[in-house]
């Protein structure tokens, strides 16, 4: 146990050089991180439109008054944001490790300045929502700033476990007895930590707040909670509980105590409303706090935790193969949050969890072993620094935005693998009934945490679950390969559309060193793509290519191949060659905002079509005349899959030229 015990030291220094030689891409790519928070905000709506924003792991959380306000196209093409989604009534920006740094630049821009290092009000939170809505609403906004907490109490439980085990420690020496309530220390005053974080959620006097969770764990309570003898509060009987590690008492507490607090300063009289309003407050919340809100809020919170076990007990293989197989898209919609009271009551009542936690356990482990095979297979530089990033974020710390936005959900293939690999490595779980026995997302570093003397073949099992996991998803991500699915991109500030691909894609194969050529659709001039005034295009996100500045109004197939995709708005199409490759061809820059003006489709999605046949014809001079750039990118969006995509720019070029090269 010393050689293993120092073997978690070593990982953990290793984790901390890691850091700093792995530093994000928002910190490799030099960004300016006042600029950004400045595009984020206007991009949300503006200031105006923020209600209040508080961070987590990954992401900034805004509520917004009006969510329509908020362009996405051009808030997921900024430099530095990973994805951004609309969940649980919260507009999610998922930023990836540096989100406190970021963070703090969007607060320090906000109309007030926030008072504490996750959460930011602005005073113009206006928006409605549905009561489900509401709820994850509220977990998120007030766990995500305890985590550090609990997680670092959850370690130091760990470590301490460790010590024991190793010898170094004996239970009877005073130096475990103190570490030992350290770590106890936040579970057994988390009402303190939720009334505060509740407070800055609900708009109440933190200080009311927390003298409220004072009173449901002050020791004189205990007394009469472990006397077990009938009590009464104004001759009503009040249920002895004890409230310590419980979280939806307090919660729920303080936001009826917002209602309360709103009436007593309506009706406080200025002069004494110092001292006559916080009176008011604590005289008429306490009493409900111990004789209605708290017993509904713990025996709600004990129901979670059965529920949990008896999922665990009677399918437990079944439904941690479902949780893990799912878990990333779970963590899309931010509902993962939901879960978190029932954890803690699940560690407080029986001293593990054995289904969110040890779910997350596959699932990260799976997102690990699909970005190693990413980053080993694809070809596309950018691709391969988002993964290794991505995969090392995963496996290190547990945090895994990253890799489900960075990686899984714009490689679709490797979203699937990722759900294989997690279910397996769940079932797994589920058969051998894991625990973990800390309130921490799992990584390799904290492995330690299914360690277990009650349980001596936990550990073993984590390592199996974990393996299985890693093991799975990435063969199946070398099997099923990196194919992308075709997107067509809107140029910056591109009002969103759908996009017709009825086309089911081709399957992968392994490409020969050969040279394929892709033939110019249009008449006119070739450049090189960094001429094209749109960055998602010049800095080749999409793919590699060539654009033509053309000379007249008809696109031809530049590939014998299919047709897989249109845009309603008939500015774009694209074709997959017989030989498999995706060309995209984007007639103009922002044309998607013509609505179809100007362009006439000849062809239909899933039609065959030979090298020269007409596309798409339209209108020149009309594009012109309406204020938008015709110059035309022609990308090949799986550039990833070749060893080379090479654009051949001349003064001159016909419809048949060879226009790409492809290797």
Same mark, same amino acid.
């Given at each position: 146990?010393?050689?293993?015990?120092?073997?978690?030291?070593?990982?953990?220094?290793?984790?901390?050089?890691?850091?700093?030689?792995?530093?994000?891409?928002?910190?490799e790519?030099?960004?300016?991180?006042?600029?950004?928070?400045?595009?984020?905000?206007?991009?949300?709506?503006?200031?105006?439109?923020?209600?209040?924003?508080i961070?987590?792991?990954?992401?900034?959380?805004?509520?917004?008054?009006?969510?329509?306000?908020?362009?996405?196209?051009?808030?997921?093409?900024?430099?530095?944001?990973?994805?951004?989604?609309?969940?649980?009534?919260?507009?999610?920006?998922?930023?990836?490790?540096?989100?406190?740094?970021?963070?703090?630049?969007?607060?320090?821009?906000l109309?007030?300045?926030?008072?504490?290092?996750?959460?930011?009000?602005?005073?113009?939170?206006?928006?409605?929502?549905?009561?489900?809505?509401?709820?994850?609403?509220?977990?998120?906004?007030t766990?995500?700033?305890i985590?550090?907490?609990?997680?670092?109490?959850?370690?130091?439980?760990?470590i301490?476990?460790?010590?024991?085990?190793?010898?170094i420690?004996?239970?009877?020496d005073?130096?475990?007895?103190?570490?030992?309530?350290?770590?106890?220390?936040v579970?057994?005053?988390?009402p303190?930590?939720?009334?505060?974080?509740?407070?800055?959620?609900?708009?109440?006097?933190?200080?009311?707040?927390?003298?409220?969770?004072?009173?449901?764990?002050?020791?004189?309570?205990?007394?009469?909670?472990?006397?077990?003898?009938?009590?009464?509060?104004?001759?009503?009987?009040v249920?002895l509980?004890?409230?310590s590690?419980?979280?939806?008492?307090?919660?729920?507490?303080?936001?009826?105590?917002?209602?309360?607090?709103?009436?007593?300063?309506?009706?406080?009289?200025?002069?004494?409303?110092?001292?006559?309003?916080?009176?008011?407050?604590?005289?008429?919340?306490?009493?409900?706090?111990?004789?209605?809100?708290?017993?509904?809020?713990?025996?709600?919170?004990?129901?979670?935790a059965?529920?949990?076990?008896?999922?665990?007990?009677?399918?437990?293989?079944?439904?941690?193969a479902?949780?893990?197989?799912?878990?990333?898209?779970?963590?899309?919609?931010?509902?993962?949050?939901?879960?978190?009271?029932?954890?803690?009551?699940?560690?407080?009542?029986?001293?593990?969890?054995?289904l969110?936690?040890?779910?997350?356990?596959?699932?990260i482990?799976?997102?690990?072993?699909?970005?190693?095979?990413?980053?080993?297979?694809?070809?596309?530089?950018?691709?391969?620094q988002?993964?290794?990033?991505?995969?090392?974020t995963?496996?290190?710390?547990?945090?895994?935005?990253?890799?489900i =936005?960075?990686?899984? +959900?714009k490689? *679709?293939?490797?979203? #699937?693998?990722?759900?294989? $690999?997690?279910?397996? @490595?769940? /079932?797994?779980a589920?058969?051998?009934?894991?625990?973990?026995?800390?309130?921490?997302?799992?990584?390799?570093?904290?492995?330690?945490?299914?360690?277990?003397?009650?349980y001596?073949?936990?550990?073993?099992?984590?390592?199996?679950?974990?393996?299985?996991?890693?093991?799975?998803?990435?063969?199946?991500?070398?099997?099923?390969?990196?194919?992308?699915?075709?997107?067509v991109?809107?140029?910056?500030?591109a009002?969103?559309?759908?996009?017709?691909?009825?086309?089911?894609?081709?399957?992968?194969?392994?490409?020969?060193?050969?040279?394929?050529?892709?033939?110019?659709?249009?008449?006119?001039?070739?450049?090189?793509?960094?001429?094209?005034?749109?960055?998602? =295009?010049?800095?080749? +996100?999409?793919? *590699?290519?060539?654009? #033509?500045?053309?000379?007249? $109004?008809?696109?031809? @197939?530049? /590939?014998?191949?299919t047709?897989?995709?249109?845009?309603?708005?008939?500015?774009?199409?694209?074709?997959t060659?017989?030989?498999g490759?995706?060309?995209?061809?984007?007639?103009?820059?922002?044309t998607v905002?013509?609505?179809?003006?100007?362009?006439?489709?000849?062809?239909?999605?899933?039609?065959?079509?030979?090298?020269?046949?007409?596309?798409?014809?339209?209108?020149?001079?009309?594009?012109?005349?309406?204020?938008?750039?015709?110059?035309?990118?022609?990308?090949?969006?799986?550039?990833?899959?070749?060893?080379?995509?090479?654009?051949?720019?001349?003064?001159?070029?016909?419809?048949?030229?060879e226009?790409?090269?492809?290797?």
């Amino acid at each position: 146990m010393w050689i293993f015990f120092r073997l978690d030291l070593f990982l953990f220094l290793t984790t901390i050089i890691g850091h700093r030689i792995g530093r994000s891409d928002l910190e490799e790519m030099n960004m300016d991180r006042t600029k950004l928070a400045s595009e984020i905000i206007k991009n949300v709506g503006g200031k105006d439109n923020v209600g209040s924003v508080i961070h987590c792991m990954t992401r900034l959380r805004f509520t917004l008054n009006d969510n329509s306000k908020v362009n996405e196209a051009e808030l997921k093409q900024l430099q530095g944001v990973m994805g951004a989604t609309d969940n649980g009534g919260q507009y999610q920006v998922i930023i990836g490790n540096d989100v406190p740094l970021v963070f703090q630049e969007v607060a320090k821009q906000l109309p007030t300045n926030p008072n504490d290092s996750v959460a930011h009000t602005t005073g113009n939170e206006k928006k409605k929502m549905n009561v489900f809505l509401q709820m994850i609403n509220v977990l998120s906004s007030t766990m995500a700033p305890i985590v550090p907490a609990l997680a670092g109490a959850g370690i130091l439980k760990v470590i301490l476990t460790l010590l024991v085990m190793a010898g170094i420690l004996e239970t009877t020496d005073p130096t475990h007895y103190y570490i030992s309530f350290f770590a106890d220390t936040v579970f057994y005053f988390l009402p303190f930590l939720l009334a505060f974080s509740s407070a800055s959620k609900f708009k109440v006097n933190p200080y009311l707040a927390v003298s409220i969770a004072g009173i449901m764990l002050h020791p004189k309570f205990g007394e009469l909670v472990a006397a077990k003898e009938p009590s009464a509060l104004f001759g009503l009987p009040v249920t002895l509980i004890n409230y310590s590690s419980t979280v939806l008492p307090i919660i729920i507490t303080v936001w009826i105590m917002s209602y309360i607090e709103r009436f007593a300063d309506k009706v406080s009289p200025s002069v004494i409303k110092i001292f006559f309003k916080p009176l008011l407050v604590i005289i008429i919340t306490a009493p409900l706090a111990l004789i209605v809100i708290g017993p509904l809020g713990y025996h709600m919170g004990n129901g979670l935790a059965a529920g949990i076990y008896f999922l665990q007990d009677r399918v437990g293989w079944l439904s941690l193969a479902l949780l893990a197989a799912f878990k990333p898209l779970i963590v899309m919609t931010g509902m993962h949050w939901a879960f978190t009271p029932a954890i803690i009551t699940s560690i407080s009542t029986y001293g593990y969890d054995g289904l969110m936690l040890v779910s997350s356990l596959s699932a990260i482990f799976s997102l690990t072993g699909a970005c190693l095979a990413v980053a080993i297979r694809t070809k596309d530089s950018n691709m391969r620094q988002i993964a290794l990033s991505a995969g090392t974020t995963s496996l290190l710390a547990g945090i895994t935005e990253p890799a489900i =936005f960075g990686v899984a +959900f714009k490689l *679709k293939r490797v979203l #699937v693998a990722t759900i294989i $690999g997690g279910g397996l @490595s769940g /079932v797994y779980a589920g058969i051998t009934q894991l625990k973990i026995f800390a309130l921490v997302t799992p990584s390799i570093l904290k492995l330690p945490t299914f360690v277990s003397e009650e349980y001596p073949n936990n550990f073993m099992n984590a390592i199996i679950t974990a393996t299985i996991a890693l093991v799975v998803s990435f063969v199946m991500t070398l099997v099923l390969g990196l194919k992308e699915n075709v997107p067509v991109v809107q140029a910056a500030g591109a009002v969103s559309e759908t996009v017709v691909t009825d086309t089911p894609p081709a399957p992968a194969v392994i490409r020969e060193k050969t040279q394929t050529p892709v033939y110019s659709p249009l008449n006119g001039q070739s450049v090189h793509l960094s001429q094209v005034n749109d960055k998602v =295009f010049s800095e080749e +996100f999409m793919g *590699k290519g060539i654009a #033509v500045i053309p000379t007249d $109004g008809t696109v031809v @197939s530049p /590939v014998k191949g299919t047709v897989t995709t249109l845009t309603k708005s008939k500015h774009a199409i694209s074709i997959t060659s017989d030989e498999g490759i995706e060309v995209l061809i984007h007639i103009g820059l922002d044309t998607v905002k013509l609505k179809g003006k100007h362009f006439e489709n000849l062809v239909a999605v899933g039609q065959e079509v030979n090298v020269g046949d007409l596309l798409i014809e339209f209108d020149l001079e009309g594009i012109k005349n309406d204020g938008f750039e015709i110059i035309t990118p022609i990308i090949i969006t799986n550039t990833s899959e070749y060893l080379d995509v090479i654009g051949n720019e001349k003064t001159g070029v016909c419809q048949g030229d060879e226009l790409i090269s492809v290797l």
